[in-house]
Nanobody
Framework: QVQLVESGGGLVQAGGSLRLTCAAS????????MAWYRQAPGQQRELVAR???????NYADSVKGRFTISTDNARNTVYLQMNSLKPDDTAVYYC????????????WGQGTQVTVSS
């Protein structure tokens, strides 16, 4: 079974930084696009950042210039470097990976809480 294990969330003051990590447990499988989503209380889950197998990135307007998505060379791990954090960034963050297991399928991490205090 493919599992995405997230870490790096926590409580941070506004203006601080966190780096989220999402590691795939089944590294033998190919991974295509990877992304980070977040869901704040009472809100819909929204795309934060996406990175393609070719290294192209896309960011939500609300995080441009502050967040950076990246992967390791094997594309088994995806990171989200979050700088200049704001209280509005408070949410549960989820990673997503397209994994080749017979066909391309989407797998989600378990979520990690990020809380930014003012």
């Amino acid at each position: 079974q493919v599992q995405l294990v997230e870490s790096g969330g926590g409580l941070v003051q506004a203006g601080g930084s966190l780096r989220l990590t999402c590691a795939a447990s089944r590294t033998r499988f190919s991974i295509r696009d990877m992304a980070w989503y977040r869901q704040a209380p009472g809100q819909q889950r929204e795309l934060v950042a996406r990175i393609t197998s070719g290294g192209r990135t896309n960011y939500a307007d609300s995080v441009k210039g502050r967040f950076t998505i990246s992967t390791d060379n094997a594309r088994n791990t995806v990171y989200l470097q979050m700088n200049s954090l704001k209280p509005d960034d408070t949410a549960v963050y989820y990673c997503l990976a397209e994994v080749l297991v017979g066909s391309w399928r989407d797998y989600w991490g378990q979520g990690t809480q990020v809380t930014v205090s003012s």
